[in-house]
């Protein structure tokens, strides 16, 4: 049985699969397997795929009939072998040392799983200068480890200085933790669920703070710049309400809180997005969505955590949206700017 098994979803991504499978093949951690999954490709990936398994035994390819990323994922779930379980989107890559890090940092706590900082590129795999400012004048942190509830509580935090977030390709998962634990198929959004269950099962995380994944944003073509309203009402809205619940449900009451308090957060910021792009009647609905939910707001915006800008920001949302939304505007076009000239 290999250390690591890897998973990568593959769909008519011919112009990045060769980078993505690069940098597995290049791994320092040599000890493993690259579960390949071709989800009905109609460009050269099928081609692509094959050619590196010809080359490499460590790669294993499987062509099936298009089913989406979770489908895909799964598919490679149940064939790999591996003691522990990784993904990769076929258009991201790699750092070489990341699969060997996390595996280690797994071994040296006695972790469930890792995570990893991660850095966005652009289509080029280049770094834009924000996110290159973002290290540290005196380098990367040693790995560290956490108990479950500190994890979920970073993670939940939305931090930057202990960047975590629902993503499974950043990730290194043990396999007892994953064993039966699928995707949820014909939705995005996805990794919502299977990082909150996993983790949640897990009694120590471990975390490398070093941005080791390579996440390619901005593609004309990613499921993720399509559709976005549809999507967020259809997939991440319901997906983020199982997560509050699920906490719950587990006795995580401090979880759910702040899993809840996150997701009224991320509300205010879809309804801005949705005006900004014209997209009114994704905000109105957005607006109906969350107006039942006002006693538990306010019940969730009681506790320390939450800043006093945070509970004004919402106070003033469920007053009048239209007006949160003005304001925002002016926030951010006049005092934003002012702030940041002050600062240098």
């Known amino acids: ?12 991504i011919e112009k990045y699969l060769p980078r993505a499978l690069d940098s597995l093949v290049n791994q ?11 989800d009905g490709s109609t460009d050269s990936c099928p081609q692509i795929a094959d050619r590196y398994a010809e080359k490499d035994p460590r790669i294993h390819v499987i ?5 989406g990323l979770s489908a895909a994922r799964n598919t490679g779930l149940s064939a790999a072998s591996g003691d522990y379980i990784g993904y990769l989107d076929g258009d991201d890559f790699a750092e070489p040392s990341m699969y060997e890090k996390m595996f280690r940092a797994c071994k040296d706590f006695g972790a469930g799983m ?10 080029d795999g280049k770094t834009p200068p924000r996110e290159l400012s973002r290290e540290p004048a005196g380098g990367w942190k040693a790995p560290v480890c956490f108990d479950r509830d500190e994890a979920v509580c970073h993670w939940l935090a939305q931090e930057d200085e202990i960047l ?75 997906f983020l309400r199982q997560q509050i619940r699920y906490f719950r449900d587990h006795g995580m009451d401090e979880a759910s809180d702040r899993a809840a308090f996150w997701f009224y957060t991320q509300m205010l910021y879809y309804d801005l997005d949705f ?43 469920l007053t009048s949206p239209a007006l949160y939304a003005l304001l925002s505007r002016l926030y951010e076009k006049c005092v934003v700017p002012l702030k940041q000239k002050r600062k240098s």
Do not use: Q
């Open 275 to 317: 005006r900004e792009a014209g997209m009114k009647d994704y905000a109105r609905r957005l607006e109906r969505e969350i107006r039942p939910d006002r006693a538990e707001i306010e019940r969730i915006y009681k506790a320390p955590y939450v800043t006093e800008g945070d509970r004004r920001r919402m106070e003033l949302f």
């Open 28 to 38: 320092t951690l040599r000890d493993i397997e690259i579960i390949a999954v071709d």
């Open 164 to 238: 975590i977030r629902n993503s499974v390709w950043s990730k290194l998962f043990r396999r007892d933790l994953v064993e039966g634990l699928t995707f949820a198929e014909g939705h995005n959004s996805e990794d919502i669920m299977y990082t909150t269950i996993a983790m949640t099962k897990a009694s120590k995380v471990a975390y490398v703070d070093e941005p080791l994944y390579n996440y390619v944003f901005g593609r004309s073509d990613s499921i993720m710049n399509k559709d976005r309203g549809e999507r967020r009402f259809r997939d991440e809205i319901p």
């Open 114 to 123: 890792c995570c990893v900082r991660y850095r966005i590129v652009d289509e």
């Open 1 to 12: 049985m290999p250390a690591v098994s890897v998973i990568v979803a593959i769909y008519n």
């Open 63 to 67: 062509h099936r009939k298009n089913g």
